[in-house]
């Protein structure tokens, strides 16, 4: 989670590739556990106002 929070500290809004090379997995699986893992530490919302200050 720390890489998808320090690309928003800079302002990247880009494209996040998925990559797999892991022999020991199939191509099927790879995807799957990647996509998986993205969704839960990609931030989907923009940052409002500071509801707490």
């Not at 790879?30 to 919302?45: M, P």
């Amino acid at each position: 989670n720390d890489f998808v929070s320090a690309l928003r500290l800079v302002g990247y809004d880009g494209v996040i590739s998925i990559e797999h090379e892991d022999p020991l997995m199939s191509a099927n699986e790879g995807l799957s556990k990647a996509i998986e893992f993205l969704n839960k530490v990609l931030l989907y919302e923009k940052v409002g106002e500071m509801w707490w200050a």
